[in-house]
């Protein structure tokens, strides 16, 4: 398999590129003029030791711990994300996910291994879930040559490189009057006099970049100042727009994917918006409203930032910078995030990323999710003016009762300018149009803590009304909607699906189209029920 | 247009009873060809029957032909009505036209459809079938016997609502359409005394267009009003009948 270098999978990719040119910021909205920031609580100071400590206890959500640690990957892990983002790769170079036909035993994997140059035991299979493996090979780094060889073999379901995928987002700084349009546009007042955020029985599983799930003022981190690795005390907290009792069971599936830390760090701000917009805390004077605002969030960190890896890279003790400035979300933490969610009591998943080559992997894991009960709500993809190509395992979504790749649309019920058109579209949302001045507003960590190229010592404890866009920001109103149906007592995910679709508003073509799907998601409906007639 | 339609229809049935367009029935006794000699006989004078008015009670069992969505949402695809309606008879020999009037009404409750399963929203939905008839028909006495059959046909001019009776709801989620349709009907009523009668009727109205485009009709892809009809009636007799 050739390099390929990833799409620019941001929702408007000039954008994006304008943004990489101008000094590699990444993150470029910040708090409206004007805006207070909300300062996260304070805890007693601890110490984070070097990677590899696991002696030091691991806080669970909402406990302020004696001792933490900022868990960070390995340095190997590290590398192979640094070397896709260095040679432009979308998948992390000599990574396989292989899945055994049914009865393939040990001596069987064995005897498939062997097709691979290396010829590795099968003893260094890392196992996600029961049938699904990744393979490191040190020989062969083209992914695509191994899973060539390996699918070949008669013991193997398939095999796939380990893809990586971007979040479906632009950041951006609107003025502050589009604020919160985008719930008004789906009449939520009205959904909420049915089911006022749903309720605490509900799990909602993001997986994502991670929403920060506890507080700690001083994190001892290590990081490049430019000139030496650098310990620093690094301040993290949750936003004040979720209390820490909303949160169940995170786990960051970066640091690895079978062995996941249950510390979650979100030093993104992408999943803690997005975590936002399915259910932060309303009706309580601070920031902004969220869906399901009563249902408990199940933070599932599977996609890495820039500072997640410059973290690893440092503390590593490996000088200088880390390439790329991505956040990428690799296809082996997304599977195990899904497995997770699944075996844990999710009753809904929001996954608001993609990439365009197709994941074998990533469908299994959605299908297993599917078959525990589980509704996933899924990004479209931002690729309209990109190519338009198809995302994946959005692209799925129409093989499955019970998942639904999410369109975006701006502030007149527009379809948005970068949401991807495809057959794979099955309902839309607000997700924000910046080509009209439409963002989606959600709180969410303050973008001058940690601007790329210019921030050398971050902080992730401080909090701001942020404006994004793209499918990334309409999938969680799906979801969240998911999650208030869920809370009346509809938990088939096939039933919560045939709701959503035959209650849409029809946009666009007559019918299902490319560009809305079935059409505008309405959350009145889709818990008031239907008619004979309306 | 339906409107306008059914007026001359009507006033069409109304002109055929005039009494300068009565015209006898009765044959002659004589088989002989008479003679070009002879006076032409006088046809014998069929008395003309006398108008008969009847005004009359009624109970319908609708079988609507949106099964699958009645059944979705009031549990059950037969709606039950009530009205009361009048009758002229011998319009002209053995025509007859009749107006009436039919309520029907089922509670319900606004569903989900999820393939066949029906899971109810648990927000209760009050549907209703007001129809005018307007229409008429032929009559068929059973010699020497208080019985006579009928059939016939009409115009029909329906009101179908969805009304929604829970807080959360607005005005906008409720129905109130009017639509326009047709049946043909067949029955046998009876005279019980002198001045009672009691029939039945079955009837099968087409009402297309009515339903669909939203709603669980569209999920079931079914369009229409039409029903099959059984009607039962009491009624009272007028005139000199």
Redesign the interface.
Known sequence: MAPRRSSIRFSTGLLAAAACLAGGILVVSAAPEGEPQVKGAQVPNVVAPRVGAKSIPVPVAGQSPARMTLPVMSAERLAAFEEAAARGLDYLPGQVLVKFKPGVNRAGQQRALQALRSRPDASVLEWIGDDLALLKDTVQPDAGILSDQLAAQPEVAYAQPNYLMEIHATPNDPSYSARQWNLRAINMQ?AW??APGGSNSVIVAVIDSGVTTVAAQNVNTFTWNGSAIVQFAMPIGLSPDFDASRFVSPRDFTISPSSPSTLVVDTDSHGTHVAGTVGENTNNNVALAGIAYNTRIMPLKACMSYWDRQFARSAAGTPGFTTGTTTLCSSDSVVAAFRFAADNGANVINYSAGSNSPNTAARDAIAYAISKGVFIAISNGNDATDGNEPSYPAYYAPDFNGMMSVAATGQTNQHAIYSTTNDHTEISAPGGDNSVGDVVWQASILSTDSIIGSTIFPRFDRYSERGKQGTSMASPHVAGIAALIAS?G?T?P??IE??LR?TARDLGATGKDVQFGHGLVQP?YA???????? | MRLMISAVVFAAATAVASPSLAQGTGSSSSTRPPSSSQAKPAKPKVPRPPLEYRAFFLVDASMMA?SQ??K??AGSSTMFGYGAGGEIHNLWKKLFMRVAFASASRE????????T?V?????P?D?GIRTVELGGGWRMPLTNRPVALYAGGGLLFTK?T?T?SS????PE???A?SVTGYSVQGGLDMKMGKRFTVGVEAQYRIVPD??G?????A?FAEDNLNAFVIRGMVGVRFGKN
């Open positions: 009205r006099d049915i009346r509809i088939n096939a039933a045939a709701i035959q009145f818990l008031f029920g239907q008619g004979i007639r309306r | 949106a969505s009645f979705a949402v319900g409750e606004r569903v989900f459809i999820n393939g399963d899971i109810p929203s648990g927000f939905v549907l179908y969805e929604n807080a959360v709801a607005l989620d409720d129905v359409m009515a339903l485009g939203n709603g669980v009709s999920l």
